[in-house]
């Protein structure tokens, strides 16, 4: 069954530097997202994306975030300038239609800022 | 979208049936029920979805009575693997002008031996 792949699986960094995670989504997909899971807590929104341009961004979701989609094939969230509080899961998903049909999830990155 | 309250955690052995029930009473016309499995350190999974009265797949069954104010996950005989947390989503079949997924705390389900 096709998945969702995420890179790299853990990310250690030093507060205010810059992180990259990256997101092969599956292929014949068109929506992407972006949520994160901080330790305890719920799985939360952080943007949607679709034909290269955010569909919807959460509050979460400032001036520090940005997404891109380089290519035909990956699918990246950037902080610009890391603070501790960005320590987190985050998962990377996609869907083939809009609305109800299931997101699927990758298994995440493990961003730990120091 | 619709708000959804389902029990923080349930206990269950090795070879019950488990009914984690979620309630919806805000839930709109066009909107879609969807349940999502979470195991420590993974993504959510989609587990099923359903409208209306009862869907079944070869991991768990889901019941949805007329109103549509609550719906029902039942998973058969669980295992310890199916020790995780459980999601009820609810959201507009349409999209709109939103398709974010919107998570509750969930409910820890634990299966002993």
């Known amino acids: 069954e096709p998945e969702v792949t995420q890179t790299p699986s853990h990310q250690v960094t030093q507060m205010g530097q810059e992180v990259i995670l990256r997101c092969v989504p599956i292929s014949n997909h068109l929506y992407f997202y972006w949520y994160r899971q901080i330790l305890g807590q719920k799985v939360e929104f952080l943007v949607s994306f679709y034909n290269n341009e955010i569909s919807e961004k959460s509050e979460i979701f400032d001036d520090q975030f940005s997404v891109e989609r380089p290519d035909g094939s990956n699918f990246t969230l950037k902080i610009r300038s890391t603070k501790l509080e960005d320590s987190a899961m985050y998962f990377c998903?996609?869907?083939?239609?809009?609305?109800?049909?299931?997101?699927?999830f990758g298994d995440g990155t493990r961003l730990s800022i120091l | 979208l619709a708000k959804t309250t389902q029990p923080i955690s349930m206990d269950s052995y090795e070879g019950q049936e488990v009914n984690i029930t979620c309630s919806h009473n805000?839930?709109?016309?066009?909107?879609?029920i969807t349940w999502y499995q979470q195991f420590p350190s993974q993504g959510p999974r989609f587990i099923i979805q359903?409208?209306?009265t009862k869907v079944t797949n070869e991991v768990a069954s889901l019941f949805i009575p007329a109103d549509r104010k609550s719906s029902t996950l039942s998973l058969p005989r669980v295992s310890l693997s199916d020790t995780a947390v459980y999601y009820c989503?609810?959201?507009?079949?349409?999209?709109?002008?939103?398709?974010?997924?919107?998570f509750g705390t969930g409910t820890l389900l634990a299966v002993q031996p």
């Open positions: 998903a996609s869907s083939d239609l809009k609305g109800n049909q299931p997101q699927h």
């Open positions: 989503l609810v959201g507009d079949h349409h999209g709109g002008a939103t398709n974010k997924l919107i």
């Open positions: 359903g409208y209306k």
């Open positions: 805000n839930i709109a016309t066009n909107d879609y």
